[in-house]
């Protein structure tokens, strides 16, 4: 079943049709085994070095593409962060190509 991802580690998502996760590993993993139609990351979740930020699912993402898997229909930014935000927005961008 496609699926809507939230990765946020306060915020809850906007309803209950999203699949909600805290920490970029959780984000990867279900990329890695689900199809993910919608997903929308935040940068910042808590401490990097056992979260992970929202660049890391970027960079998943770009990935998956370059080895020919199906990016997510959509993917929205919804982190409050510009300088993360921006740093997000350049991997998936290069990754698009």
């Not at 939230?6 to 085994?33: C, E, F, G, N, Y």
């Not at 998956?64 to 898997?69: A, F, L, S």
Request: a negative charge; proline letters at 5%.
């Amino acid at each position: 079943m496609p699926t809507k991802l939230w990765l946020d580690d306060a915020r809850l998502p906007p309803d209950a049709s999203w699949t909600l996760v805290r920490t970029a590993k959780q984000a990867i993993a279900i990329l890695d085994s689900c199809d993910v139609d919608v997903i929308s990351l935040d940068y910042d979740l808590g401490e990097e070095e056992r979260c992970g930020t929202g660049l890391d699912v970027a960079r998943h993402l770009t990935a998956m593409v370059k080895i020919g898997r199906k990016m997510p229909t959509v993917v929205m930014l919804h982190t409050q962060n510009p300088v993360g935000r921006q740093r997000m927005l350049d991997e998936l961008s290069g990754g698009r190509g």
